[in-house]
C-alpha cells in the first residue's frame, strides 16, 4: 500500500441550496503537501470537493491501496463535510490513518484529536510532517519523534510530540510538483481584468502581533519566504504550462521584504514574463516606497495591492494593535489612483468595546476611499475573534461563548455575526453593507437598491 489521499473539503452547507463561494482557486495547503509526498514516492490523488462532489461508491475505488488520508480545513463548513468524509473512511476501513491539518486544527489541536474520525493532527505548517507521518505509519515506525503533532495510540491515549519552530520555509520539494496532481485547467479563472489567474504561495507568516489575528500566533512572530529566483522559476512554469496572463499571491504579507519583492519584479522584466500580479502589504510598507520602486513593480506587472485595513476608528485600531493611520489609508488609496493601480482593502465591524461607534466610522471611511478611488474593492467581515488569539480572552469577557465540539466550529464563520454585542439593527444594517461592497453576492436590482441608498449617506 502507498497512496495517500489528500482532501479539501467543501466550504458550503450542503442542507442549503448555496452554489457561490468566496472561495474558488488553487487548494494550495493540499498541494504543498501533494508536492511533498510526490517527490518521496508516495502515490497521491487529490479531492477538491468545492469542485466535485463524491459518492461512497466512487470513494471505494479512490481508496484501493490507501493507507493514509489528509483533511485540510479552516473554520467553516469544511469541518462538516470533512468529518463526514472521514466518517465514510472509518466505515470502509478502520485501519486507514486520518490526518487533520489547516487553520483550525494547528488552532485547536486537543480539541480536534479527541473526535472519533481523527487518528493525527498536525499543528502548524505540515510539509515536513506529512512525509514522517506517511514514513512511520508505511513503516510501522513510532510517531513519538515527529514533531508538532497529536496522535492516538492503538490503546486510544492521545500524545502530543515535541513542539519545534522552523527559520525557513518547509518546502523541501519545488510547489510546482504540487500543481502536477491536481487538473489545474478547472482552477484557471477569469478576475480583475484577467483572463487566466492562477494562485500561489510565495511567503508564510508576518511580523505584525495583530490581537485579532492568529497568523502571528501560528508562526510565532515569524515570517518566512522562498528566494526571489524560485519565484520566478515557478511562475515562469505556470506561464509556459499553464498559459497564465496573471498569478495572485496568496502569502500572508508579501512585501515584508522589500528587497526581495524588489528582485522578484527584476527577474519578472528579465525574463519578460509579461504576467500581471498582486500581492498584500502593510499601509506603513506601501507608503515606504519610492516613487521610482513603485513605477518599477508596475512595469514588472503589479497591478493590485491588498491590505487588512480593518477598522476606521482608531481607538479600535489601538486595541486590536495596528499602527497605521486613517490618513495613511487615504493617501494609499490616493497614489493607488495616481499610479493606476487597484487597491483592495478589508474591513472588519462589529468590535466589542463600541461595535455602532466602530461600524459607523468604519463604513464612513470605506465610502471615502471608493470616492477618492471609485475603483477601490472593499470586502467588509463581521469581526470573529478566535483561539490563540488575545481578542478570544476579550471576547469571552464581553458575554461571547464558543463552541465545545469539533461540528459545532463548523458555524463559526466570518460572514455571519455570532457575537452577541451585536443588535438586531446593527446586524441588519452590516448585512446591508456586507451586500453593498460586495461582500456578499448580490442581484441586479440589490445594486440599483443600495446605489440609492448609498447616495443617501
Same mark, same amino acid.
Given at each position: 500500500?502507498?497512496?495517500?489521499?489528500?482532501?479539501?473539503?467543501?466550504?458550503?452547507?450542503?442542507?442549503?441550496?448555496?452554489?457561490?463561494?468566496?472561495?474558488?482557486?488553487?487548494?494550495?495547503?493540499?498541494?504543498?503537501?501533494?508536492?511533498?509526498?510526490?517527490?518521496?514516492?508516495?502515490?497521491?490523488?487529490?479531492?477538491?470537493?468545492?469542485?466535485?462532489?463524491?459518492?461512497?461508491?466512487?470513494?471505494?475505488?479512490?481508496?484501493?491501496?490507501?493507507?493514509?488520508?489528509?483533511?485540510?480545513?479552516?473554520?467553516?463548513?469544511?469541518?462538516?463535510?470533512?468529518?463526514?468524509?472521514?466518517?465514510?473512511?472509518?466505515?470502509?476501513?478502520?485501519?486507514?490513518?486520518?490526518?487533520?491539518?489547516?487553520?483550525?486544527?494547528?488552532?485547536?489541536?486537543?480539541?480536534?484529536?479527541?473526535?472519533?474520525?481523527?487518528?493525527?493532527?498536525?499543528?502548524?505548517?505540515?510539509?515536513?510532517?506529512?512525509?514522517?507521518?506517511?514514513?512511520?505509519?508505511?513503516?510501522?515506525?513510532?510517531?513519538?519523534?515527529?514533531?508538532?503533532?497529536?496522535?492516538?495510540?492503538?490503546?486510544?491515549?492521545?500524545?502530543?510530540?515535541?513542539? #519545534?519552530?522552523?527559520?525557513?520555509?518547509?518546502?523541501?520539494?519545488?510547489?510546482?510538483?504540487?500543481?502536477?496532481?491536481?487538473?489545474?485547467?478547472?482552477?484557471?479563472?477569469?478576475?480583475?481584468?484577467?483572463?487566466?489567474?492562477?494562485?500561489?504561495?510565495?511567503?508564510?507568516?508576518?511580523?505584525?502581533?495583530?490581537?485579532?489575528?492568529?497568523?502571528?500566533?501560528?508562526?510565532?512572530?515569524?515570517?518566512?519566504?522562498?528566494?526571489?529566483?524560485?519565484?520566478?522559476?515557478?511562475?515562469?512554469?505556470? #506561464?509556459?504550462?499553464?498559459?497564465?496572463?496573471?498569478?495572485?499571491?496568496?502569502?500572508?504579507?508579501?512585501?515584508?521584504?522589500?528587497?526581495?519583492?524588489?528582485?522578484?519584479?527584476?527577474?519578472?522584466?528579465?525574463? #519578460?514574463?509579461?504576467?500581471?500580479?498582486?500581492?498584500?502589504?502593510?499601509?506603513?510598507?506601501?507608503?515606504?516606497?519610492?516613487?521610482?520602486?513603485?513605477?518599477?513593480?508596475?512595469?514588472?506587472?503589479?497591478?493590485?495591492?491588498?491590505?487588512?485595513?480593518?477598522?476606521?476608528?482608531?481607538?479600535?485600531?489601538? #486595541?486590536?494593535?495596528?499602527?497605521?493611520?486613517?490618513?495613511?489609508?487615504?493617501?494609499?488609496?490616493?497614489?493607488?489612483?495616481?499610479?493606476?493601480?487597484?487597491?483592495?482593502?478589508?474591513?472588519?465591524?462589529?468590535?466589542?468595546?463600541?461595535?455602532?461607534?466602530?461600524?459607523?466610522?468604519?463604513?464612513?471611511?470605506?465610502?471615502?476611499?471608493?470616492?477618492?478611488?471609485?475603483?477601490?474593492?472593499?470586502?467588509?467581515?463581521?469581526?470573529?475573534?478566535?483561539?490563540?488569539?488575545?481578542?478570544?480572552?476579550?471576547?469571552?469577557?464581553?458575554?461571547?461563548?464558543?463552541?465545545?465540539?469539533?461540528?459545532?466550529?463548523?458555524?463559526?464563520?466570518?460572514?455571519?455575526?455570532?457575537?452577541?454585542?451585536?443588535?438586531?439593527?446593527?446586524?441588519?444594517?452590516?448585512?446591508?453593507?456586507?451586500?453593498?461592497?460586495?461582500?456578499?453576492?448580490?442581484?441586479?436590482?440589490?445594486?440599483?437598491?443600495?446605489?440609492?441608498?448609498?447616495?443617501?449617506?
Amino acid at each position: 500500500m502507498n497512496k495517500v489521499l489528500l482532501l479539501y473539503p467543501s466550504f458550503l452547507n450542503m442542507e442549503e441550496k448555496i452554489k457561490k463561494t468566496l472561495y474558488t482557486d488553487l487548494p494550495l495547503s493540499i498541494i504543498t503537501l501533494s508536492a511533498q509526498l510526490v517527490n518521496q514516492g508516495y502515490e497521491v490523488e487529490v479531492i477538491d470537493q468545492c469542485l466535485e462532489d463524491f459518492e461512497y461508491r466512487s470513494l471505494e475505488k479512490k481508496l484501493n491501496g490507501c493507507f493514509l488520508v489528509g483533511i485540510s480545513a479552516i473554520t467553516s463548513y469544511q469541518i462538516i463535510n470533512g468529518l463526514k468524509f472521514a466518517g465514510m473512511i472509518k466505515q470502509y476501513n478502520k485501519s486507514i490513518k486520518i490526518v487533520w491539518g489547516g487553520w483550525h486544527a494547528s488552532l485547536m489541536p486537543e480539541q480536534t484529536i479527541h473526535h472519533e474520525n481523527v487518528d493525527i493532527v498536525i499543528k502548524g505548517p505540515g510539509e515536513e510532517q506529512i512525509v514522517d507521518v506517511a514514513d512511520c505509519i508505511k513503516n510501522r515506525r513510532s510517531l513519538n519523534y515527529v514533531p508538532n503533532i497529536y496522535f492516538k495510540t492503538p490503546d486510544g491515549e492521545i500524545k502530543k510530540t515535541q513542539e #519545534k519552530i522552523y527559520d525557513t520555509f518547509q518546502l523541501k520539494n519545488n510547489i510546482t510538483d504540487g500543481y502536477k496532481t491536481v487538473d489545474v485547467e478547472r482552477y484557471v479563472h477569469a478576475q480583475w481584468g484577467n483572463q487566466r489567474v492562477l494562485g500561489y504561495e510565495s511567503s508564510r507568516g508576518c511580523c505584525c502581533q495583530c490581537k485579532f489575528c492568529s497568523i502571528g500566533s501560528l508562526y510565532h512572530g515569524k515570517w518566512y519566504g522562498l528566494p526571489a529566483e524560485d519565484v520566478c522559476h515557478d511562475i515562469s512554469y505556470l #506561464k509556459r504550462c499553464h498559459k497564465i496572463d496573471a498569478v495572485h499571491f496568496f502569502d500572508n504579507n508579501f512585501f515584508v521584504n522589500k528587497n526581495r519583492a524588489l528582485e522578484i519584479a527584476k527577474l519578472f522584466k528579465e525574463n #519578460k514574463l509579461g504576467i500581471r500580479w498582486d500581492g498584500t502589504i502593510i499601509v506603513q510598507q506601501f507608503l515606504l516606497y519610492k516613487p521610482k520602486e513603485i513605477e518599477f513593480l508596475i512595469e514588472s506587472g503589479l497591478y493590485r495591492i491588498i491590505a487588512g485595513i480593518e477598522s476606521g476608528d482608531q481607538d479600535v485600531l489601538k #486595541k486590536i494593535n495596528k499602527h497605521h493611520k486613517n490618513e495613511q489609508v487615504i493617501e494609499c488609496v490616493r497614489r493607488c489612483k495616481e499610479y493606476g493601480l487597484l487597491p483592495s482593502f478589508s474591513f472588519m465591524v462589529g468590535f466589542p468595546w463600541d461595535p455602532e461607534e466602530d461600524t459607523k466610522r468604519t463604513l464612513e471611511l470605506a465610502s471615502k476611499l471608493r470616492s477618492i478611488h471609485p475603483e477601490t474593492e472593499i470586502l467588509m467581515f463581521i469581526f470573529s475573534p478566535y483561539l490563540g488569539t488575545p481578542l478570544y480572552e476579550t471576547a469571552v469577557a464581553y458575554g461571547m461563548s464558543f463552541p465545545d465540539t469539533l461540528e459545532g466550529w463548523a458555524k463559526f464563520t466570518y460572514e455571519k455575526a455570532n457575537t452577541p454585542w451585536l443588535s438586531k439593527k446593527l446586524c441588519k444594517k452590516i448585512n446591508r453593507y456586507l451586500t453593498f461592497f460586495g461582500t456578499i453576492n448580490q442581484s441586479e436590482k440589490e445594486k440599483e437598491f443600495f446605489n440609492k441608498f448609498h447616495q443617501l449617506l
